[in-house]
C-alpha cells in the first residue's frame, strides 16, 4: 500500500516546479520580445546637435528675438513630387515687415525627419521670381520634417524654425488626388 502512495505522489511532486519552471519561460519570452519592441520602433529620433543647442540657447533666443524685431515672414513650401534620386524642390518666399520681396539674401536650411532625425543641410539660390527661393533636398520620406532657415541680407540675419508634413506622391492625400 506504501508504493502505491509514492507512485501517486511523484507526479504531484514535478507540477510546482514546471509551474515555476513555465512562468519563467513565460517572463523570458515577454522580455524578449520587449527588447525587439524596443529597439526595432524608429518612431523616435534624437534631436542633431541638441547639446550644441543647449549650450547656446540664450543666443539661439536672442537671435529669433533679433528676428521678430527685423520683421520679416517666410513661407517654405515643398513641391509633392520628387526627382529620381528622392530629392524634393523647396520653395521659399521672403517678404519684409512691409510685405515687399526681400532680395540678394542668401538663404540656407538645416532639416530633418522627426522619426529620424539625421539632418539635411539645404543652400537656396534665387529664382527669377523677387523674393522666392528655390532649392533642394533628400526629403522622400512622408511624415513631419522640422526646418530651421537662416536668410543673411547684409548685417540683417533672420531666423525661423518651422515644421512641415510631406505626404507621399502616391498617396490619396496627395493634391491632385
Avoid: C, N
Amino acid at each position: 500500500m506504501r508504493e502505491e502512495r509514492d507512485d501517486a505522489a511523484r507526479p504531484r511532486s514535478l507540477r510546482w516546479p514546471l509551474i515555476i519552471v513555465g512562468m519563467l519561460l513565460t517572463h523570458v519570452s515577454a522580455m524578449m520580445l520587449a527588447v525587439k519592441i524596443a529597439s526595432g520602433d524608429t518612431g523616435h529620433a534624437v534631436l542633431p546637435d541638441y547639446y550644441q543647442r543647449a549650450v547656446a540657447w540664450d543666443d539661439l533666443q536672442a537671435e529669433a528675438r533679433a528676428s521678430a524685431r527685423l520683421g520679416w515672414t517666410a513661407s517654405v513650401t515643398p513641391s509633392v513630387l520628387t526627382d529620381e534620386r528622392g530629392r524634393r524642390e523647396i520653395r521659399v518666399v521672403l517678404h519684409d515687415r512691409f510685405g515687399a520681396a526681400v532680395e540678394g539674401a542668401a538663404l540656407t536650411a538645416r532639416t530633418w525627419h522627426l522619426a529620424v532625425g539625421d539632418p539635411i543641410d539645404v543652400a537656396f539660390q534665387a529664382s527669377a521670381e523677387p523674393g522666392v527661393y528655390v532649392g533642394r533636398a533628400a526629403m522622400e520620406r512622408p511624415g513631419r520634417w522640422h526646418v530651421d532657415l537662416v536668410a543673411d541680407q547684409g548685417p540683417s540675419r533672420f531666423v525661423e524654425t518651422s515644421e512641415l508634413d510631406l505626404v507621399s506622391p502616391f498617396s490619396t492625400d496627395a493634391p491632385g488626388h
